[in-house]
């Protein structure tokens, strides 16, 4: 590795942060994996909260990625423009102390109306692309709370759009009139196929989403099938948008999959119905890539 080579690899999000220590070659040694999210960590405390994960993990050099770098974390690391790609994430670390703790700045795309900011899934995605993971031309798909569609050129990103599916999945399950109905399991299957097909087919969304209520209390749907089929209508939808909006044809090459394998099983599935083949990568390693990647470039 360049710039260390040892040091403490940290992806920060929201509700969650996990931290590596990597050895020489970019082994993981160790790791830290709790739900001590920026949300978790009260004003002023995220030098004690940095101390927590040396302690566990030693007193060595330490990049981050994620949320920790938002006006809501630590200390607030600018947005890259598009195109991006790793020179560029590495020439705008933010130092928060000097030649030892770095956080990773996320990528910004703004064209005419067109406005869209990611933290975190760039690092994961740059990384994969700079293992040889997915090419220098690509579409990826980044599944989460908020779903990432992403076009790759030459190594870069150049545009992408992100889709609250997660989210919304989430605020309907925990605080809509559909509550009582979403709380089972999710999986792929006939259920959720249905969903996946009449997201793909129109943009009715909202009114769609009641209708999963009026079809159980008419006896036109199980009700052990509500959370499947709903997650099949907002996946559906969300590949619906995220295919327009990198504008490729039918039958173009694979749509990379990357992040949690129960999250990217279920865009597989959506992607299949739309005709596209998905390929499915796994979010963590792809995030140890772009770290490693990043620090080998650090001057």
Known sequence: MG??????????????RRAYRLGRGGAVEDRLEDDKGILAVPAGGFPAAVEEIRARLGDLPMLMGGMVGSNRGW??????????????LAGSLKWVEEGRVAIVPGVCFAEGEAADVMRGEEVQILGAYGEGTIPADALVCHPGTHNKWVKLENGRIVRFRTV???ELFNLLREHSILSDLLAGETV???AFDAGVARGLACAELTADLFSIRARVLLGKAPREEAASYAS?????NDVRTGLAAAGRARGDGPVYVMGRPDLTRLYAAALAQAGREAQELEGDEAFLCG?????????
């Open 3 to 16: 710039w260390a080579e040892t040091l403490i690899a940290v992806d920060w999000g929201t509700t969650n």
């Open 164 to 166: 609250m599916t997660g």
């Open 75 to 88: 200390v607030e690391a600018p947005y890259v423009p598009c195109p991006a790609g790793l020179p560029e």
């Open 188 to 190: 792929p299957g006939p």
């Open 291 to 299: 770290i490693r990647h990043l620090a080998e470039l650090v001057q």
């Open 232 to 236: 099949g209508l907002l996946i559906g």
